[in-house]
């Protein structure tokens, strides 16, 4: 079997032109799963009674179980006893459970840049009498978004391949798209070649306003 | 100007590291604190400014005083505006220079226009001999150069008296010179301190009284002359043996 390159260069154009579905996806996603993750991050940094621990229960569960289940427990599990969800579009289903699971993430990596400030600097800003909120927007954030900007990235690249689970639930995303496709010419390999190759380069776009982003940061101070 | 009364810390339910301490400090003193590893004269000196909650016991520094059993938020950075603090790890803002580093605090807390905050940061910096380094982040100072930014920090908030926790104690050998040296100008221009310190020469050369603490208590105060040339209590002396060694 070779592989048709004529194929593959008409039917990538195609499959591209979904990425307007896995950006919004991913773009959503991204910004609820830094909503969630900067609560979270707070109320464990703040050590909030009760809420810290059961926050800590809920990011161990998502980390331990696979999105694809998350997703379908969702989706199909829970229809059964909301009919909000029953009603949902799939491809709202999806950016919910995209946007949990990554918030989870997310406030890991917060909360680390948070507690990376080390504990001296605030002695030293409490001993001067600065309040709390001085202290928190004068030094602790500006250093912990140096921090977190970098493993931040890395949950975004991870929510844009996450994005590709949409088409398990019916959603025309890349991956949708490269599946249909597929299954009316038989070209599988070419057809997931290109997924493959778009996933790629947006990826490698990505890692490298990571990488910059990353000299930037460590340049500052 | 300070004055210390029934001063006790327990950690937890049981770790009792103050028992009842009272000591008055006049105004102008440069007081040296030695003592064993471990006796609390890092939580007391802490305690000064409520960094560590006390247990019970009342302080008083300047005309501002707090009483352990009822205090609030209020009186507290009041308190805390009447000392500054002098780390062992300088503890220097990460995110700013060392003239930003000085203002902070003025400008925060002090509610000093920038202009003027500016004037002050670098007076004091030029006293610590730092006035050439001012643009510079912490991370490209070394330790002696950060230490004196965070004593310049400390004396620009203009506080009643400056509370140093082992300032010279992280740093290599060659750099504790630099320290010491701007430590004992400000003695001899009478700042009033209080300086945790394992130097015991220094001490000796600086401080025109010295506590011992050992055990959670003041176990000798006296003149360093008292202390050091002529110890009574049988623990300062072998404290001093100890070190001396
Ligand atoms: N946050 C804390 N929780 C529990 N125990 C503490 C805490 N801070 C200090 N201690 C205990 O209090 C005691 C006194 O500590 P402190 O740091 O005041 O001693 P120190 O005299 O400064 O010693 P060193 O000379 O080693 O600096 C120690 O036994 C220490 O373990
Ligand atoms: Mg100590």
Redesign the interface.
């Known amino acids: 079997m070779r592989f048709n390159w004529e194929y593959f260069f008409e039917t990538l154009p195609l499959i591209a032109s979904k990425l307007n579905v896995t950006l919004s996806l991913t773009l959503i996603s991204a910004f609820f799963s830094l909503v969630i993750g900067i609560m979270f991050a707070l109320i464990s940094y703040y050590n909030v009674k009760g809420l810290s621990q059961l926050l800590r229960v809920w990011v161990s569960f998502i980390r331990g179980t696979p999105v694809a289940t998350q997703l379908f427990f969702f989706y199909y599990g829970m229809a059964n006893i909301s009919s909000i969800i029953l009603n949902m579009s799939p491809t709202v289903a999806v950016a919910v459970i995209m946007s949990l699971n990554m918030g989870a993430f997310v406030s890991e990596s917060i909360r680390g840049a948070l507690i990376s400030v ?1 504990e ?2 605030r ?9 709390g909120w ?1 202290m928190t927007t ?2 602790v954030i ?2 912990a978004v ?1 921090v977190a900007l970098p493993p931040l990235f890395n949950d975004l690249i991870n929510l844009f391949k996450m994005s590709s689970l949409a088409f398990l639930v019916g959603v025309r995303d890349v991956m949708g798209a490269a599946k249909i496709e597929s299954t009316q010419t038989f070209l599988f390999f070419e057809c997931y070649a290109c997924v493959m190759v778009i996933y790629w380069i947006i990826t490698l776009m990505l890692t490298f306003v990571q990488r910059r982003l990353e000299t930037r940061c460590n340049a ?2 | 100007m300070i004055e210390v009364r029934n001063l006790s810390k327990t950690f937890g339910e049981s770790t009792e590291v103050l028992k009842d301490i009272s000591f008055r400090i006049n105004k102008n003193d440069v007081v040296a604190v030695l003592g064993p590893s471990g006796t609390g004269k890092s939580t007391m000196l802490r305690c000064l400014n409520y960094l560590c909650v006390p247990t019970t016991g009342t302080i008083r520094i300047g005309d501002v005083t707090v009483d352990a059993a009822h205090h609030t938020k209020a009186e507290v950075r009041n308190l805390r505006r009447q000392s500054a603090m002098v780390f062992q790890s300088y503890n220097l803002f990460k995110n700013k220079t060392a003239k930003e580093n000085v203002m902070e605090a003025l400008v925060t807390v002090q509610k000093k226009p920038k202009a003027e905050a500016e004037e002050i940061a670098l007076k004091f910096l030029k006293k610590v001999g730092m006035l050439d380094r001012q643009d510079f982040y912490p991370s490209k100072m070394s330790g002696g150069q950060q230490q004196r930014v965070g004593i310049a920090r400390a004396l620009a908030v203009n506080p009643n008296v400056l509370l140093f926790d082992e300032p010279t104690s992280a740093l290599d050998p060659e750099l504790v010179g630099e320290v010491l040296n701007t430590i004992k100008q400000l003695a001899e221009e009478e700042t009033t301190m209080i300086l945790v310190t394992h130097e015991i020469r220094f001490a000796r050369n600086v401080a025109n009284r010295i506590l011992f603490m050992d055990g959670g208590r003041i176990a000798a105060d006296g003149t360093p002359e008292e202390i050091i040339d002529d110890p009574q209590n049988p623990r300062l002396r072998q404290f001093l043996n100890f070190v001396s060694k």
Request: aromatic share 4%; glycine share 10%; charged share 20%.
């Open positions: 080390d001296g600097q002695e030293a800003a409490m001993s001067l009498g600065m309040s001085q004068r030094i500006p250093q140096r500052i101070y």
